[in-house]
């Protein structure tokens, strides 16, 4: 099983980016999807969350309306689309996969490497 995130970089303050996260090993449909992000010195935090059925999507306060998470099963690809960038959303960002999972790092079975995300001020 390998998750492959990808799209991190560095945007000025205000900027977007589009996160990717590609499954091999794994058909996603199967699984709820997740996004989390890590900063320096901090644990690792939810960021988003969709469903194998429905796309119900649920998101951390801290992103909830700048923040879109969707999913492709065709491609065996998860998409993080990030809009209205801050300092604060600096972070490795990853992605994971899990039965029946919510917000919760333990819930998730299956995680990618992460992509770098800087947002400068």
């Known amino acids: 099983v390998q998750l492959q995130a990808s799209g991190g970089g560095l945007v000025q303050a205000g900027g977007s980016l589009r996160l990717s996260c590609a499954a091999s090993?794994?058909?996603?449909?199967?699984?709820?999807m997740g996004w989390f992000r890590q900063a320096p010195g901090k644990e690792r935090e939810f960021v988003a969350r969709?469903?194998?059925?429905?796309?119900?999507?649920y998101y951390a306060n801290s992103v909830k309306g700048r923040f879109t998470i969707s999913r492709d099963n065709t491609k065996s690809t998860v998409y993080l689309q990030m809009n209205s960038l801050k300092p604060e959303d600096t972070a490795v960002y990853y992605c994971?996969?899990?039965?029946?999972?919510?917000?919760?790092?333990?819930?998730?079975?299956?995680w990618g490497q992460g992509t770098q995300v800087t947002v400068s001020s």
């Open positions: 994971a996969a899990g039965n029946g999972a919510w917000d919760r790092v333990e819930d998730y079975d299956s």
């Open positions: 090993g794994l058909t996603i449909s199967r699984y709820v």
């Open positions: 969709i469903t194998l059925s429905y796309y119900t999507t």
